[in-house]
């Protein structure tokens, strides 16, 4: 039991480490952003705030406490933006759209580096092991586009099962033959749907996928729904992955990337798939294989791929996602990474970046939710179990 002068000294010590660390703080602090180019776009729509160009809005308020904020989308090699600043950054910030890969060897030169921000959801793109080793927090501003990107899972499925991109092109061809596209075209409505990954984002594709009245939803996690939860949209946990797609006529990937879902999807995998099922994946690229990928639509073992993300980002010409057709020309719905940063979410996202780096330099708790990695390592399970 603390007596009243142990229990004030405490207090003492507490309050003179907690001011210590806002007085550190308080100092101009050097952060840098790696962000995608906007071009004209961004200087025609001011709401594009994920661009170098417009910064997050973040620059008038940072400058105004004395922080330098420098900003660029160059991040590749020993010569780029990222590498020349990171080393006497406090504060680095990404995006998943296109990401700054923070690996161990990047962060054993960053000498006073004190968190990396993701403005965004998902944080694969920093070696969170290293991060933890080096006692380097990592935020993000989780639940900022989780509605965005179910909305692009649901409008990817139609748009795979409707056969649309191949129709489309027939009329900008100025081509019409009904029949060769009608032949490839289904419903959703009967379909066995199942996500691998229940979260935020799996959970709302089941809920928005109930209209349509499939057969039946399905999911593989490896937590289980809420009693409550899994009751309201009906979905049933398949605990065996390959039992899993087995019994799916779509797949949708909503799962972080991390040690145990990198490669998931992969050619021995996707021999377990029913013959003709669709592929969403709009988690994170190096989940599926690109190779088995491309040549499962291919063969037809998959009717078709669609997704916005890419193994690597930005994506080369030559990757086979951007490429690939199945048997009948179709099967292809790739596009670049933009389901999670679409104007309403850029909002949410910037102004939690925002909110995550005021609590940062006033030494505030941050929001549960958003801390990755903590002062004491990992305090998400998101990442997989540990």
């Known amino acids: 039991m603390f007596t009243a002068a142990r229990t004030s000294a405490f207090t003492g010590l507490r309050n003179a ?11 101009g602090l050097k952060i840098i952003a790696i962000l995608y180019k906007g071009g004209d776009a961004a200087k025609q729509e001011p709401r594009l705030l994920g661009t170098v160009e417009n910064e997050l809005g973040l620059r008038p308020w940072l400058e105004s406490q004395g922080h330098e904020f420098l900003v660029s989308d160059d991040k590749e090699g020993p010569n780029s933006f990222l590498q020349k600043n990171i080393v006497d950054a406090d504060v680095v910030i990404t995006t998943p759209f296109h ?6 060897e990047l962060l054993a030169k960053a000498k006073n580096l004190k968190a990396c921000v993701t ?10 092991n290293a991060a933890v080793e080096k006692g380097v927090e990592v935020l993000e501003v989780t639940g900022s ?7 692009h899972v649901v409008m990817s499925m139609l748009v795979l099962v409707r056969n649309f991109v191949p129709a489309h092109e027939m009329i900008e061809r100025g081509d019409w033959q009904v029949s060769d596209i009608a032949r490839n075209a289904f419903d959703l409505e009967g379909k066995v749907i199942g996500t691998i990954g229940a979260g935020r984002i799996g959970y709302r594709v089941l809920q928005r996928l109930l209209p349509f009245s499939p057969n039946e939803l399905l999911y593989y996690d490896y937590a289980a729904l809420p009693e409550e939860a899994s009751k309201a949209v009906g979905a049933s946990r398949v605990e065996d ?17 991390h040690e145990g879902t990198r490669n998931l999807i992969n050619a021995d995998l996707l021999q377990h798939f029913k013959p003709g099922a669709w592929l969403v994946n709009t988690a994170r690229g190096a989940i599926c294989n690109a190779e088995d990928v491309a040549a499962a639509v291919k063969s037809g073992q998959l009717r078709g791929y669609a997704g916005d993300v890419w193994n690597v980002q930005p994506a080369p010409k030559e990757h086979p996602w951007r490429y690939m057709k199945n048997p009948l020309g179709g099967g292809n719905g790739m596009v670049p990474h933009y389901s999670g940063t679409t104007l309403d ?12 780096l005021s609590n940062f330099f006033t030494g505030k708790p941050q929001n549960p939710a ?5 002062r004491k390592g990992y305090e998400t399970k998101s990442y997989g179990q540990r």
């Open 99 to 104: 990401p700054g890969y923070i690996n161990a």
């Open 370 to 374: 958003n801390v990755i990695i903590g």
């Open 241 to 257: 992955l390959k039992e899993f797609v087995s019994k799916c006529d779509i797949v949708t990937v909503n799962a972080p990337l």
């Open 119 to 128: 403005a965004g959801v998902g944080s694969d793109h920093v070696d969170l």
């Open 345 to 356: 979410a850029q909002k949410r996202y910037a102004e939690g970046t925002k909110e995550i």
């Open 17 to 27: 480490s907690t001011n210590a660390f806002r007085q550190q703080q308080s100092r």
């Open 145 to 151: 586009n989780v509605t965005s990107v179910a909305e």
